[in-house]
């Protein structure tokens, strides 16, 4: 079967045209439990990449991004463990009700919510920002709780059987309690209830945390609660009117919280849902990212590797459904640069391009404005390594700006250690003992050469003397960087400049 030719973002935009009304809205939202892992970057970009596409076709929109901090503390992230003792006593509380470890936010969840801010800035995404305590706070749930609290079989059997649960515990109910005495959300009962009010006791045991006994009562006006998640969800799409939201692939598994969103709205809702859509996991060389198992590299390591654009770029290009493995390392970042170069030069208006090739010209137009860059980043990495002043690398690259903006990047990626091991030398003439092949290769080169006429003069001159390519390609390198590899032989002359190089060999 032909895939379809467009890009992702192209038939999903149709289809909200097609069975939505303007303004279109766009929802997606995170837990704040911990900081921020490249994984986590689907939740807002993909969004961010829909509300874009549509806004350029003149389509009204908002994007409502919401920060579930109302939910439940339930680990200790590995790279919190020095704040354990500090963290432990908070578990099972709302994230919005944790004291935050390092004292610069008023709670956990905000701290690592103004990480999420943060980033987006860098990524220059910018949704209407909402925090789940305060919509809750503000009562916007309150008539959807009401809703399943007077229809709570109704919604335990939604539940049930969209989870492909025979059956759900005797005490499952809709809304989460916050125990009074000690503050927990994880672990509350609730032992009855009617419509506006429920009786509960903190008595559960989750394996993290257990429940401090205490029994009391509340009403929902006062908001003393948090809907559970699998009506939380399909309820705050409910709250903000919501066009379409996206979802990781295993919330749209057989059974998952996707299912049951669709079973809220159809059964219990009985209105059309909005269009969902599922992204593949992000992982690092082949890895699934994930918070809590400390795999994976944080956000802020990938923003200090790579350029906001190319990571937009990189997470757009792809089907939306396959899953992307990110490898800041070697010489899957170089590729990475060089695709994107070539995606800012191809045009599609009105012209006939391949599939490949449109996803990639529409992804770097969802990444970007313009192209910040114009020298290729193997080039840059090897101007570095032979000058050293990047001053004098922009100038002789023609690319001042570019460079100035890619050093960072240049920098980190090398002291990571993560550069090939072809890019990792200085030049170092060195004298070996048969320099008459080299020496008589050098008095061919001259000064008008490119580098690719260059790189056609080694095997033309190989060819000649009768000896291997790859032989000669190595005595050059050893007499030019004292090792037997290195960056492409042609563009390396070119760079340190024929005639320094014709002089170097001919005066050894």
Request: net charge negative; hydrophobic share 35%; glycine share 6%.
């Given at each position: 079967m032909e895939k379809e030719p467009r890009h992702w973002v192209e038939i999903l935009s149709d289809r909200?045209?097609?069975?939505?009304?303007?303004?279109?809205?766009?929802?997606?939202?995170?837990?704040?439990?911990?900081?921020?892992?490249?994984g986590t970057l689907c939740e807002f970009l993909f969004s961010s990449a829909i509300e874009r596409y549509l806004k350029d076709k003149g389509y009204q929109t908002e994007f409502h991004f919401i920060a579930d901090i109302y939910d439940a503390f339930d680990a200790v992230p590995i790279n919190l463990m020095k704040y354990e003792k500090?963290?432990?006593p908070h578990l099972g509380k709302p994230l919005c009700n944790v004291p935050d470890p390092e004292?610069?936010?008023?709670?956990?969840?905000?701290?690592?919510?103004?990480?999420?801010?943060?980033?987006?800035?860098?990524?220059?995404?910018?949704?209407?920002?909402?925090?789940?305590?305060?919509?809750?706070?503000?009562?916007?749930?309150?008539?959807?709780?009401?809703?399943?609290?007077?229809?709570?079989?109704?919604?335990?059997?939604?539940?049930?059987?969209?989870?492909?649960?025979q059956e759900l515990p005797a005490e499952w109910n809709a809304s989460m309690p916050v125990c009074q005495n000690c503050g927990r959300i994880a672990t509350t009962v609730v032992t009855e209830f009617d419509e506006n009010s429920y009786s509960y006791k903190d008595t559960r045991d989750v394996g993290y945390t257990k429940g401090c006994g205490y029994e009391g009562e509340n009403k929902l006006s006062e908001h003393k609660y948090k809907l559970t998640w699998r009506l939380h969800w399909p309820s705050w799409m409910e709250v903000?009117?919501?066009?379409?939201?996206?979802?990781?692939?295993?919330?749209?598994t057989r059974g998952g919280s996707w299912d049951t969103a669709l079973a809220v709205y159809k059964d219990l809702f009985k209105k059309e849902p909005p269009i969902g859509y599922k992204f593949g996991f992000i992982l690092l060389k082949g890895k699934k990212y994930s918070k809590s198992k400390g795999i994976g590299l944080g956000v802020t390591d990938i923003l200090d590797l790579?350029?906001?654009?190319?990571?937009?770029?990189?997470?757009?290009?792809?089907?939306?459904?396959?899953?992307?493995?990110?490898?800041?390392?070697?010489?899957?970042?170089?590729?990475?640069?060089?695709?994107?170069?070539?995606?800012?030069?191809?045009d599609i208006s009105g012209k006939e391009v391949s599939r490949a090739d449109r996803k990639k010209a529409i992804a770097f137009s969802l990444s970007t404005d313009r192209m910040k860059w114009?020298?290729?980043?193997?080039?840059?990495?090897?101007?570095?390594?032979?000058?050293?002043?990047?001053?004098?690398?922009?100038?002789?690259?023609?690319?001042?700006?570019?460079?100035?903006?890619?050093?960072?990047?240049?920098?980190k990626w090398i002291a990571e250690e993560f550069a090939p091991e072809e890019y990792v030398f200085s030049f170092q003439p060195t004298k070996q003992s048969d320099m008459a092949l080299v020496k008589e290769f050098a008095g061919r080169l001259q000064d008008a050469m490119k580098a690719i006429e260059i790189h056609n003069l080694v095997f033309?001159?190989?060819?000649?003397?009768?000896?291997?390519?790859?032989?000669?390609?190595?005595?050059?390198?050893?007499?030019?960087?004292?090792?037997?590899?290195?960056?492409?032989?042609g563009k390396l002359i070119e760079a340190i400049g024929v005639n320094r190089v014709r002089r170097t060999i001919e005066g050894m």
């Open positions: 909200i045209v097609a069975e939505k009304e303007e303004p279109y809205i766009i929802t997606s939202g995170i837990t704040t439990s911990g900081s921020l892992h490249v500090q963290l432990t004292g610069c936010h008023e709670s956990y969840g905000e701290h690592f919510f103004s990480e999420a801010i943060d980033v987006m800035k860098i990524l220059e995404v910018s949704p209407k920002l909402e925090r789940a305590n305060q919509l809750y706070s503000e009562g916007r749930f309150d008539s959807l709780a009401k809703f399943f609290l007077k229809n709570h079989e109704e919604a335990k059997k939604a539940v049930s059987e969209s989870s492909l649960k903000f009117h919501t066009s379409v939201e996206g979802a990781g692939v295993d919330h749209h790579i350029p906001p654009e190319l990571i937009k770029y990189t997470l757009f290009r792809p089907d939306i459904q396959e899953n992307k493995d990110i490898d800041p390392t070697g010489y899957n970042l170089m590729r990475a640069f060089d695709d994107y170069a070539y995606a800012s030069r191809i114009k020298a290729s980043f193997a080039d840059l990495l090897m101007y570095k390594q032979l000058y050293g002043d990047w001053r004098k690398v922009g100038e002789l690259l023609q690319d001042s700006e570019g460079v100035e903006y890619l050093k960072p990047y240049v920098e033309e001159f190989a060819r000649e003397k009768g000896v291997k390519p790859e032989d000669l390609f190595m005595q050059l390198y050893r007499v030019l960087l004292n090792k037997e590899k290195g960056p492409r032989m």
